[in-house]
């Protein structure tokens, strides 16, 4: 008699870090937790230049003390923990999601570090000063009616042309800075989508993270709404990567 065993088979992902002259590994990283920093450390970096930076006529400082988090996967935790490193006067979270459970997972993993958590409808995250946006919807969660001025609003959740997260005419009335341009045609369905109801067109894209890194993108007035489009850059792995090994004395910093 033959016994069957039943075999299971998980696939996951990693990134390894080679020598680039010998080909040699030195380190290996998850891939799930190096994608969630990646994003979420990017969105942090555009939401510090859009929100507290200034602009040679004026300083513009906008108080930023709620944080609305759309979506529940491994995103949805390490923006907030982003978010406090830059914005560390944020007083309370709302959480929304789709399914109430992993909400209230969320929810729970954030008290538990010490944070101000609620739940709420997708409406009430959006009306926060800060709005962080992580799922693989295909159809808009919230819109300009639903955002108040001043907000900024960070979007990593939709990766194809045919998926949104925003409706267009938030896009038509935010101030719009993508990691990449070439990227963003490529896969920022939000963008597509608005270019293709004829309410945006691709060359209002007010710049990309280098133009943010270099000053030359920043706020103009305190009600202004900004929108940051993050598709994901290979090379915002790479510089995570480095980070971690001269932090774990891996390489020369």
Not at 31 to 59: I, K
Request: hydrophobic share 45%; with cysteine.
């Amino acid at each position: 008699m033959t016994t069957m065993r039943r075999v299971v088979f998980v696939w996951t992902a990693a990134v390894i870090a080679l020598a680039g002259t010998t080909g040699v590994a030195h380190a290996q990283y998850g891939a799930r937790p190096m994608g969630s920093t990646s994003s979420a450390v990017g969105e942090d970096y555009h939401a510090e230049v859009s929100l507290g930076f200034w602009t040679p006529e004026r300083d513009i400082q906008v108080a930023s003390q709620s944080l609305g988090i759309i979506g529940t996967g491994p995103q949805a935790v390490a923006h907030v923990h982003a978010m406090r490193v830059v914005r560390p006067d944020i007083d309370s979270v709302v959480v929304a999601g789709r399914t109430p459970e992993h909400v209230s997972r969320v929810v729970h993993e954030l008290v538990a570090a010490g944070e101000n958590v609620t739940s709420g409808t997708y409406a009430d995250a959006a009306a926060c000063d800060i709005v962080c946006s992580a799922t693989r919807s295909n159809a808009a969660l919230f819109g300009r009616s639903d955002v108040r001025p001043g907000t900024h609003i960070n979007l990593v959740g939709s990766y194809r042309p045919d998926l949104r997260e925003v409706a267009a005419d938030l896009v038509a009335a935010s101030t719009v800075a993508v990691d990449d341009i070439s990227a963003a045609k490529a896969e920022a369905g939000d963008l597509a989508l608005a270019v293709d109801e004829g309410v945006w067109r691709w060359d209002r894209i007010a710049g990309d993270l280098t133009d943010l890194a270099a000053g030359r993108l920043r706020r103009t007035s305190d009600d202004e709404i900004t929108l940051f489009k993050s598709v994901g850059l290979a090379v915002q792995d790479l510089a995570i990567a480095q980070r971690a090994a001269s932090a774990a004395g891996i390489i020369e910093a």
